[in-house]
């Protein structure tokens, strides 16, 4: 099973609104990965977790806000976002400390925000 | 830090032509070298790699690609295409000396390809 799922597909929100993006894996993946991918454009790098501590924050401002409450999950809390943050949030998973290893993408969660 | 560039950013192509889509990266160190395929509203998926060995790579749905150290090209080819094939592909490099534990992948811009029937 190389899946990595994702939920919901699509989510519309205001921009005082509070919700949650949802990645599951079951692949023993010990490193897994957020990013942002808006339109015509390669996805951009959020956050990365490995053994489910933070180990990359790339500058994402505080109203998105990552947890990994365990080695198979992966939360996006997104609160007061702004209509620039529609896009598609992809979570992707990988074997940890091999650089060789590939990255499993899930569908993604399309934003629009209001 | 590495960087990577797709040199085309749509290549229209007619069904059953062959297909080249090229890409280029900076670092004159050892790479790891990736393409994914990302179908209209679907996720990222693994083409093939290049990490070691073979300059040659074959990948799924046809795909292969060639890695020429001295060019500093990753390019990605396909003998004979089909409509299917109507996707966006992404060069990505892995950048190494970062992260312990996981993996930064840099991607190019894409490059758009579609068949033509």
């Known amino acids: 099973d190389t899946e990595v799922t994702q939920t919901p597909k699509h989510l519309v929100m205001g921009m005082t609104n509070k919700k949650s993006l949802k990645c599951e894996q079951h692949?023993?993946?010990?490193?897994m990965y957020w990013y942002k991918q808006k339109a015509k454009k390669p996805p951009e790098l959020m956050f990365v977790y490995s053994y489910e501590k933070l180990s990359i924050n790339e500058s994402v401002p505080s109203r998105f806000s990552p947890e990994c409450p365990n080695s198979s999950l992966l939360n996006l809390h997104l609160h007061a976002l702004q209509p620039e943050d529609s896009a598609l949030y992809l979570c992707?998973?990988?074997?940890?400390?091999?650089?060789?290893?590939?990255?499993?993408f899930g569908p993604g969660t399309r934003l629009l925000v209001l | 830090a590495q960087s990577v560039t797709q040199l085309d950013s749509q290549v229209p192509v007619f069904e059953e032509a062959p297909v080249e889509l090229r890409c280029n990266y900076s670092?004159?160190?050892?790479?790891?070298l990736f393409w994914y395929v990302q179908y209209p509203n679907q996720g990222l998926q693994l083409l093939l790699k290049y990490l070691s060995g073979s300059t040659l790579v074959k990948g799924i749905n046809g795909f292969e690609a060639e890695f020429n150290k001295s060019q500093t090209s990753f390019h990605l080819r396909k003998p004979s295409v089909h409509i299917s094939d109507t996707a966006e592909y992404f060069c990505a490099v892995c950048d190494l000396g970062i992260i312990q534990g996981a993996q930064k992948l840099v991607f190019g811009q894409g490059t758009r390809l579609t068949i033509n029937p």
């Open positions: 670092s004159s160190v050892s790479v790891y």
């Open positions: 992707a998973s990988s074997s940890p400390g091999r650089l060789k290893e590939t990255q499993y």
């Open positions: 692949m023993g993946h010990r490193a």
